[in-house]
């Protein structure tokens, strides 16, 4: 079977760095994936890690280390709409596991 | 079409009835997944579609969920007699073959809010 573990609140104000951290345990690793959804919204994809280290796209960046089972979400310069839940998921491509999500709350 | 599109997008039903819902996925996605997501919690695997392979029905969580997707495009997912623990968002997903998926993401859909009664 497959388990993931995130924080189910961070809260944190604009212009500030926060970290999402997920751990998970699976039988077959493929790779760590996160997501982004807002309320009432579909979840938006944000990155993938299939080997560790740090993949960076824009503000947000994500890591992944295999030997930990561990990864994390780093949003850089946080605004206003980046409050949603973000979602970290593993499996397959047939299917993913989806960890219960953290509520990012910002604040100005 | 530009993304992918589900039908209808708030659905009440009476205990006991069926209900369909529909999947629209992005042209040319040979994949195409069902999910559901239940009030503040992740998404939970239902099944999974590529091409004109059999599906992956794993998840469905009882034998009173089923789906079809015909001509590799259009799903549904059909919930018979329905029951109150039913009640949850379920999301459709696709993408352009597992590979992709997986690698560059699902594209989701907005989902249909099922509320049975």
């Known amino acids: 079977g497959q388990s993931l573990e995130q924080p189910s609140e961070v809260t944190a104000v604009e212009g500030a760095i926060v970290q999402i951290n997920c751990t998970y345990q699976t039988s077959g690793f493929y790779g760590l994936s996160w997501y982004q959804q807002h309320d009432g919204g579909a979840p938006t994809f944000l990155s993938y890690n299939a080997l560790d280290g740090l993949e960076e796209t824009g503000r947000f960046s994500s890591f992944l280390s295999r030997s930990d089972s561990y990864g994390y979400l780093l949003l850089q310069e946080l605004q206003m709409k980046d409050s949603a839940s973000y979602f970290c998921?593993?499996?397959?491509?047939?299917?993913?596991?989806f960890g219960s999500g953290t509520q990012l709350t910002v604040l100005p | 079409g530009a993304g992918v599109s589900q039908s209808p997008s708030n659905k009440v039903t009476e205990k006991g009835k069926d209900v369909e819902l529909r999947c629209d996925p992005i042209?040319?996605?040979?994949?195409l997944y069902w999910y559901r997501q239940s009030l503040g919690q992740g998404l939970e695997f239902l099944i999974y579609f590529q091409g004109n392979s059999a599906p992956d029905k794993s998840g469905l969580p009882s034998d009173r969920f089923s789906a079809e997707r015909t001509g590799g495009s259009v799903s549904t997912l059909t919930i018979q007699r329905t029951q109150q623990e039913d009640s949850a968002v379920y999301l459709c997903a696709s993408s352009l073959d597992p590979g992709q998926g997986e690698v560059d993401g699902y594209t989701f859909g907005s989902g249909t809010r099922l509320t049975v009664v």
């Open positions: 042209s040319g996605h040979t994949a």
């Open positions: 998921a593993v499996g397959s491509a047939r299917q993913l596991t």
